[in-house]
């Protein structure tokens, strides 16, 4: 009978920094009948953990925009799109049977349950069904046309949260079997293409189902996807992609040559692969992965970070200038990955930037209605349109809003950005309390050491700063409640039923109140929210405000280029000059004047946006375009001899066009006191 301290070693060694080399059957023997059944807590606890899918459910502006993702392409593409219609492999069709369809449900489920909306419960719901009630006798799951694994590593995430919303008794005994299958078959056939960089999203699912069935085959396949699968960590910690992508490498790729350096900087693939040192760390316990996952960010951002807190990737990463694009699956993949990371680690920072991407970079690429989004966006982007463009290897069609402008993946992948986000703003902790981790207006009913909790959260954030937290246990209940407190909010203020805490609320923690809390107590955050001046390529200037990036508009004509089913494909053209150089650097920043108007509708619309920024600048001629794209960003700081003009910056996300990194203008000098 081996000891829990043994039994944590071959835990280690499952899925350790030095995975031993071992093949399944062997694994499969080291970890035979003879070891007694491993509690779930073998695996390192996440920090915070998920509540279950529709226990979190948006309220106030967001939930009008998950209404719009719902009311537009996300719930109704199945009725014109082919890839996800009837005909679609996952529903026993002959039509596509690879990534498009799981892609479609990972968002489509958790949005139908967030809203309760049984018309799209139903659509997602066909998908389900078909899968489990068509695991082949061998274990399979899928088209049986296509054996590829990594389609199958998204339908395992569906499948993983539609078990959190259910409990369908059929989802593990069907994941069960296909894992055995997998754990038998990987050696012969063994990881390829995307789904040897895309193992850990496999891997996520299967510490998750461990942790509910302790079946020792799970750690065996964690160890083999591993061993098979691209080292992440290792790529981050020696990187070598410090450059724009080189599209002659490419090319010479699609022949035969590398095609590995092809896949290690397609951004996708990095979005996906940050979340591994996370992943590694539920089966390794190595207190190490907490550096290793900040690392990836931290090398990303070095080389390739753009001012929207993505990085570029048209479609392979692109550097730092901002007129480079960011494709949409990236936005949302580098969001799950960072949603795992945050429950796993508990790190405020990490929410800072989930808060950053999902406010700027995520609406910032549709149009408001979610009727149309682009493959690739740009911060500085000063016209959408058919013109050659400077990705590496994306089509002249890339930054164009529409239904599958350049490649389809986004039109079936986008779903999950929203509704997965809204399942994070809340996570429980494991001493019975509930953690604020990123903030929008939203509801929680749930469970808390057996008693009933509801938990209503109302504000404008990240339009406002103020947060009022209602929270109605059936019966008074101690609790603790962590409240994150954002790494640039220097002076915020907390108050419990009226009375400013005692408790401190530094930048960059999780605040913690705990006491008994009883129906109706409240709680009021205000979080400081003035501009700030970031620097960004060739030290230019970026304003922002709380999580909020601010963009000037240069008008926009939309000209539509065709019709496409129940929606268009539409190219955008500014209407007025966008090249201006900006008078501001960080001490004046804080001085801008900030205009607020009520959040419209479409909460992102910039025609009466919800906050704006007034700001000097003057024209810059020299900064031009060439086929739609600005030139290269000109070293700050510029100066111009045009008259200065006050603008208006909006939200990023309310700008179809936009300017997001300015050049900064040099000192007037018939404001300061010398002459030259
Ligand atoms: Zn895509």
């Not at 590398?258 to 979005?271: C, I, R, W, Y």
């Not at 009466?608 to 003057?618: N, T």
């Given at each position: ?19 031993i ?7 499969a023997?080291?970890l035979?009948?003879?070891?007694e059944?491993?509690a ?18 948006p309220a ?6 998950l ?23 996952w ?21 139908a ?10 659509k997602?719901?066909?998908f ?10 061998d274990?399979?799951i ?18 993983m ?12 005994p ?19 293409d995307w ?6 999203d ?6 998750w ?14 160890n083999?996807l591993q ?73 990303l ?39 795992v ?7 405020p ?7 950053k ?26 016209q ?43 996570m ?20 808390l050491?057996?008693?009933?909790l ?15 937290i209602t ?8 609790f ?10 220097k002076t915020?203020a907390?108050?419990?039923n ?15 109140l ?5 129906a ?27 999580p909020l ?9 939309w000209?539509?280029?065709?019709d496409?089913?129940l929606?268009a494909?539409?190219?955008?053209f ?7 150089a900006?008078?501001?650097?960080e ?7 900030v ?22 600048g ?12 600005a030139?290269?960003?000109p070293?700050s700081?510029?100066?111009s001899?045009?008259?200065e ?32």
């Amino acid at each position: 009978m081996q000891t829990m301290t043994s039994r944590r070693d071959l835990l280690k060694a499952a899925l350790g920094t030095a995975a031993i080399m071992a093949t399944p059957d062997s694994l499969a023997g080291a970890l035979s009948p003879a070891i007694e059944k491993a509690a779930p807590g073998d695996l390192a606890a996440s920090a915070f953990r998920q509540l279950r899918l529709g226990e979190v459910r948006p309220a106030g502006w967001l939930l009008r925009q998950l209404r719009i993702q719902a009311d537009g392409m996300g719930g109704h593409l199945d009725e014109f799109w082919p890839d996800v219609g009837p005909n679609s492999g996952w529903l026993g069709g002959t039509g596509e049977s690879w990534e498009r369809g799981p892609y479609f449900v990972d968002g489509l489920l958790p949005l139908a349950w967030m809203l309760d909306d049984d018309v799209l419960k139903a659509k997602a719901m066909r998908f389900v069904e078909w899968t489990l009630t068509h695991q082949s006798p061998d274990g399979m799951i899928g088209p049986a046309s296509n054996d590829d694994w990594w389609p199958r590593m998204v339908m395992l995430k569906v499948l993983m949260q539609y078990h959190g919303a259910t409990s369908d008794p059929r989802v593990l005994p069907v994941m069960t079997r296909y894992f055995h299958h997998q754990l038998q078959t990987l050696p012969s056939r063994p990881l390829r293409d995307w789904g040897k960089y895309r193992w850990q999203d496999e891997a996520l699912v299967v510490a998750w189902l461990y942790e509910k069935t302790a079946d020792d085959k799970l750690l065996a396949l964690a160890n083999l996807l591993q061993q098979q699968g691209f080292d992440w960590v290792a790529n981050y910690a020696n990187f070598k992609f410090t450059g724009p992508t080189s599209r002659a490498v490419l090319s010479k790729t699609a022949i035969g040559g590398n095609k590995d350096e092809g896949m290690q900087t397609h951004g996708v693939n990095n979005g996906m692969g940050l979340k591994t040192a996370a992943v590694r760390y539920r089966f390794n316990r190595s207190e190490e992965e907490h550096a290793n996952f900040a690392q990836g960010i931290a090398t990303l951002d070095r080389y390739h970070g753009m001012p929207n807190g993505i990085f570029s990737c048209d479609e392979h990463l692109a550097g730092l200038d901002p007129n480079h694009g960011t494709e949409l699956c990236t936005v949302v993949e580098t969001m799950f990955s960072m949603e795992v990371a945050l429950a796993t680690f508990g790190d405020p920072k990490i929410a800072d930037r989930i808060e950053k991407i999902a406010f700027n970079a995520l609406p910032g690429t549709f149009t408001d209605d979610m009727w149309a989004h682009q493959y690739d966006q740009q911060p500085n982007q000063v016209q959408s349109s058919l013109n050659s463009k400077p990705w590496t290897t994306n089509g002249p069609e890339s930054n164009l809003y529409g239904l599958e402008p350049n490649f389809g993946c986004c039109t079936a992948n986008f779903h999950q950005g929203w509704p997965k986000f809204t399942a994070s703003l809340w996570m429980s902790t494991h001493d019975g309390g509930l953690v604020a981790t990123m903030y929008a207006p939203c509801e929680v009913k749930t469970k808390l050491q057996g008693v009933n909790l509801h938990l209503r959260e109302e504000t404008d954030y990240p339009f406002r700063g103020t947060i009022r937290i209602t929270v109605s246990p059936e019966k008074t209940l101690r609790f603790p409640m962590l409240l994150r407190i954002p790494a640039w909010a220097k002076t915020a203020a907390v108050h419990v039923n009226g009375t400013l805490t005692e408790a401190t609320a530094a930048p960059g923690t999780f605040m913690r109140l705990e006491r008994s809390w009883a129906a109706g107590d409240n709680v009021e955050i205000r979080f400081p929210l003035e501009p700030t001046i970031s620097r960004s390529f060739q030290r230019s200037v970026v304003v922002e405000r709380g999580p909020l990036v601010f963009s000037l508009s240069p008008g926009e004509s939309w000209v539509k280029l065709r019709d496409r089913g129940l929606t268009a494909d539409w190219q955008v053209f500014p209407t007025r000059p966008w090249n201006y150089a900006l008078a501001v650097d960080e001490v004046s920043g804080a001085k801008l004047k900030v205009v607020e108007r009520p959040v419209p509708a479409r909460p992102f619309a910039a025609e009466a946006a919800a906050v704006a920024i007034e700001i000097r600048g003057r024209r810059l001629p020299s900064w031009r375009s060439e086929d739609g794209v600005a030139d290269p960003l000109p070293p700050s700081p510029v100066t111009s001899a045009e008259t200065e003009e006050v603008l208006a910056l909006v939200p990023y996300a309310g700008a179809k066009l936009r300017v997001t990194a300015f050049p900064q203008l040099a000192p007037d000098p018939k404001q300061s006191s010398g002459t030259s």
